[in-house]
Each structure stands twice: as structure tokens, then as C-alpha cells.
């Protein structure tokens, strides 16, 4: 991964997620690795992928190059060969006959359910959890099927790491309003993915893109962020969901929308290996030797326009409704910088007038300049910003700065 680092950097991400660096249990596994959610020491580094100073090494270099990085933690259950199965079985839910059990209503027989009224279990992962952050700068944590532990337990963790690392990240694996509301500064949005497909395949269109924007907008707490994914590791790649053409104006979409786009291991250069949660049993090499260079400049050139710009990080987001089912058009907003991305979810070459209302409403200068950022295809202005026309590529996707 240290080598990799470069590679991070020329994309644009800030912050890497690493997925379970601890030793894995083989007791009871899955695959011929065993899955790294079933975790056989907290404290530990698999030897796999080094040694605690080969980690501390990577943490150097990354911080180095001005990324953050989290750790994924699994604090619901371990590995059946967890040493506290036999020192702490107290820490541990059990069934009638006493017996130590697997999550309900869960197909993990591979792990052990862990039993948070036990108050001995909390100060230990507790501690395991500053342990990373105090000795090794860890950033944060995403927390593996968050709403499966008690919300109070992340909200104490959270004020016991901020007394190490004041900005700690905590991304919560969770749907759950609360979750936003009491402990994390993140939550996982899947509904915007699910729905780019939907109207790059079937029947449903803009329409549908804003039922699901305003539902989400006034369903959670005000300025809550949520982690937008067109793929993670529980999923098939997005090249695989969308087919190539597809998946870049799906791209563009989760690089201008609200909330932290996610871009999974292989997502950025259309790695096709990784299948999906099965994939993590056994062994993996990403396919390096097939990198697809236009996908990845794509996704670069995005990931720089995000940063440049605090509109697409900070800003205000508005859905201004266009002719075109097929379309999406929505304008970021700070200050005076005002964009608009345009994205097109159909094979067809199409031009794009604005709803002339929707534009209104946001108080536009009709005088406007229009600049292009991204994307290319012509802009016809006639008189004013409402009546400009702008054409747009099959599976294409534009942005343009609106001068006022």
C-alpha cells in the first residue's frame, strides 16, 4: 500500500479507508483466508500485509502526502478464535443453554456475537480503538454494521478519541438518522447509486432522481453528511452494474453531488476481479495489467474539479429540472460560484434547455457568462440563461461555471 500511495494522490482522493489490518480468525472460517471482519486480535497487524512497523511507516508517508486515514473497525463480534472467547466469555452473547452464538438473524457463522452489556467489553474496545489513534495516528474509524452496537457506545467512544485526536472521523456503516445525529460525522447513502442505475437501464428518469434527493434532504439531520457509493465492498464494481458507458456519467454524478463520494479499491481504472462480499475470503489481486486510462482520468479530473472548488464540498445543491427524462441538472452553489453539472444517463445525443422557472427561482444574473469546466459539447445561448441550450453526448456529462 505504501508503494501505492502516489497512484491515491494523482486521483485526488484525502482520505483512505483501510479495510481490517488485523489477524484473522480461523476457527470456523470462511474461504481459504477466512474473512477480515472476523477478528482474532485487536491489538494486532496481519502478518500478511506487514508488520506494526511497516504500518507505522505507511501512516508516516500518508500523512507525508496530506491524506487521513481510517481504520475499519469491527466492534459487534470476533473471531471464534478471539483469545477472549476463553478469558472473557462473559463478553460474549450466549443462547438459553449457554452457549456463545453468532449474530441473529445473520448468516455470520463465522464470528461471535459481542454482548455490550458487559462493561468490561466496552473500556477493552475502547481502548483498542485509542490504541491505534495515540500510537499509531489512525484518523478514524469506519464502523463495520454500526446500528448493530449501541448507539451509546459510539457516542462515548467518540468523546474518549477526540481527547487524542481532536478532529477524529468516525464513518458510521449505518443508514440510521441517528447515527448522524448522536456520534458520526458520516453515515452510508445508497439510494442515489441505486437509482443513476435505474434510469441508465429501466424506465425511471429525473423525476425519480428528485423523489429520492428531497427524501433524503428532509429525512435527516440539517448539514448531515452521508458517504455517496456507486460500489463498496459488499457490492458488484460499478463497471460491472452499469457496463463501461454507463458508468461515467454515474462517476460524475457522485463527484458533484452532495455529501463524500467513495471510490472503492479498482473502481477508478475498472478493475472487474472483485465480485462482491464474497470476495474477501480468498485470495485477491487487483488487475493492474488492465488499467483503463480513460476511466481513470475521467475520475481524476472530477476528484480535481472537487477539490478546486468548495461549491462541490461546501455548497448548496439545487435539482433545476431540464427536457430531457433522461438528464440530470442540478446547479452547486457558494457565494458567487455557482455551477452547473449536466448528466446524461442515455445513449442518445440530446440538447438540454433548463427550466426557465427552476432558474428563476435561484435568482440567476441573465447576464451570466458561462464558462465550460468539464465535458465537452457547444453551449447556444439565446438571450438569456433560461433559453440557453446545451448539448450533450450519449453517456456524457458536463459542468460549467456560471459568472455572475
Not at 506494526?52 to 505507511?58: G, I, L, P, Q, T
Not at 445513449?347 to 422557472?357: E, H, Q, Y
Amino acid at each position: 500500500m505504501t508503494g501505492k500511495l502516489p497512484h491515491l494522490k494523482k486521483l485526488g482522493i484525502n482520505t483512505i479507508w483501510l479495510m481490517p489490518i488485523h489477524e484473522i480468525g480461523q476457527k470456523k472460517k470462511k474461504g481459504s483466508l477466512g474473512c477480515p471482519y472476523s477478528v482474532r486480535d485487536y491489538f494486532s497487524v496481519n502478518h500478511e500485509y506487514g508488520t506494526k512497523a511497516d504500518f507505522r511507516v505507511f501512516m508516516t508517508r500518508a500523512h507525508q502526502l496530506g491524506f487521513r486515514v481510517i481504520l475499519d473497525w469491527v466492534a459487534n463480534h470476533s473471531a471464534w478464535d478471539n483469545k477472549n472467547i476463553f478469558r472473557n466469555p462473559s463478553w460474549y452473547t450466549k443462547n438459553k443453554k449457554g452457549k456463545i452464538i453468532h449474530p441473529k438473524n445473520t448468516d455470520w457463522t463465522d464470528v461471535a456475537d459481542l454482548n455490550y452489556k458487559s462493561r468490561q467489553l466496552r473500556t477493552h474496545m475502547l481502548n483498542a480503538m485509542r490504541y491505534w489513534v495515540k500510537e499509531f495516528g489512525v484518523d478514524g474509524f469506519r464502523c463495520d454494521v454500526a446500528g448493530m452496537v449501541p448507539i451509546d457506545f459510539w457516542m462515548k467512544a467518540r468523546r474518549e478519541l477526540q481527547k487524542i485526536k481532536k478532529d477524529v472521523l468516525l464513518l458510521a456503516e449505518s443508514e440510521e438518522q441517528i447515527h448522524n445525529a448522536k456520534a458520526f460525522d458520516l453515515t452510508y447513502a445508497g439510494a442515489i447509486r441505486n437509482i443513476l442505475h435505474q434510469i441508465a437501464s429501466s424506465g425511471k428518469n429525473q423525476y425519480n432522481f428528485y423523489k429520492i434527493y428531497m427524501s433524503q434532504k428532509y429525512s435527516y439531520p440539517k448539514n448531515a453528511l452521508r458517504m455517496q457509493w456507486l460500489e463498496n465492498h459488499d457490492q458488484v464494481h460499478a463497471i460491472k452494474l452499469f457496463g463501461r458507458k454507463a458508468v461515467f456519467p454515474a462517476a460524475a454524478v457522485l463527484l458533484t453531488y452532495e455529501g463524500v463520494p467513495l471510490i472503492l479499491m479498482g473502481q477508478e481504472f475498472g478493475d472487474k476481479k472483485w465480485r462482491d462480499w464474497h470476495s474477501l475470503f480468498d485470495p485477491l489481486q487487483l488487475d493492474w495489467d488492465k488499467f483503463d486510462n480513460k476511466l481513470f482520468r475521467h475520475y481524476a479530473a472530477l476528484a480535481k474539479i472537487r477539490n478546486k472548488y468548495e461549491a462541490f464540498t461546501l455548497g448548496s445543491l439545487h435539482i433545476i429540472q431540464n427536457n430531457n427524462k433522461k438528464v440530470i441538472t442540478y446547479l452547486r452553489k457558494k457565494g458567487n460560484d455557482v455551477f452547473l453539472v449536466m448528466v446524461n444517463l442515455s445513449g442518445k445525443n440530446v440538447d438540454i434547455l433548463l427550466s426557465p422557472k427552476d432558474l428563476e427561482k435561484m435568482k440567476l444574473d441573465t447576464r451570466a457568462k458561462i464558462i465550460p469546466v468539464f465535458g465537452p459539447g457547444s453551449i447556444t445561448r439565446v438571450n438569456h440563461m433560461g433559453k440557453a441550450v446545451f448539448t450533450i453526448k450519449p453517456w456524457g456529462s458536463r459542468i460549467v461555471k456560471i459568472n455572475q
